[in-house]
């Protein structure tokens, strides 16, 4: 796969523009696969929803968009049969939000292509130094 490399001013090659560089890698790399029409917006939405299910809005919440973009977001997906949604068993005013069974599949696929594309970057620097990078990106998202 390779990264995406751009002709970048050296002085304009900050870290906001090398993570961006590896999106770019990302987004090509899915590009050039079969996904049903499904973008890494939707994929991003259909990971972020629990076995439990979960509200339109704590959802929004979680991958940080407006309830409506949110909404529409879901409405796709139950259309193409991703997502289904359901009344609260404790309130009928909230909408529940499940992964189908499709759904699954779909979290299932979309981790296993991010496992290849790290195989590769891993390849790419070496066991040592692949780990060193997870761990700090890890620690600078997660905390």
Known sequence: MGFVKRDVV???RHVAVLVGGLMESIRSAFDA????????????VIAHVPAQGISVTDLAE????????????????VGTGHLE????????RVRVVRRTAAGEQNVRDVTERMGRIEDE???????????????????????
């Open 10 to 12: 050296e002085d304009e």
């Open 33 to 44: 696969e079969d996904w049903d029409g499904l973008r890494q917006s939707h994929f991003r």
């Open 62 to 77: 979680r991958v940080r968009m407006t309830k409506q973009g949110c909404g529409q977001f879901v409405s796709h997906l």
């Open 85 to 92: 949604t359901g009344a609260d068993p404790s309130d009928a």
């Open 121 to 143: 970057w891993r390849a790419q620097v070496g066991e040592r130094r692949y780990a060193t990078f997870r761990a700090v990106v890890e620690e600078i998202v997660l905390g």
